[in-house]
């Protein structure tokens, strides 16, 4: 059995890699001027973690996970309302990734057409 302040320690260290990630993303964002928000605050506990402003008019919503983590049950059902309300959300493992799904959704505004889908291979454009 590991003792309790192990399982602390580890989480703890989980934890820590998520909110690092999450840092350089805001950090790489702003270079970009992009302009980001943390969503979690007290009493919003389902939000995602980062609402992001992009160019052309899009708002993108990013939670950060630890790889192979989804998310919690409230997070799904909003996370579902909200892609319904059509707005782009995701779940990021890395900094590098949330700003390729970025980048991929501002591409995608510039065009003015397709649809963005994203699956196990990365964000793909469909005309």
Request: charged content about 30%.
């Amino acid at each position: 059995m590991i003792p309790s302040r192990v399982r602390s320690a580890i989480a703890r260290a989980a934890k820590a890699k998520e909110s690092y990630e999450e840092r350089k993303f805001v950090l790489a964002a702003r270079k970009r001027k992009w302009k980001t928000r943390k969503m979690n605050g007290a009493g919003q506990r389902n939000w995602m973690d980062q609402l992001v402003a992009l160019p052309f008019g899009a708002i993108v919503f990013i939670e950060f996970k630890r790889e192979g983590e989804g998310p919690r049950a409230g997070q799904a059902e909003l996370i579902k309302e909200l892609v319904d309300m059509g707005h782009y959300v995701f779940l990021a493992y890395s900094s590098e990734g949330a700003l390729q799904l970025c980048e991929s959704v501002i591409e995608e505004k510039k065009r003015g057409m397709g649809t963005l889908t994203v699956s196990g291979e990365g964000p793909r454009l469909h005309y």
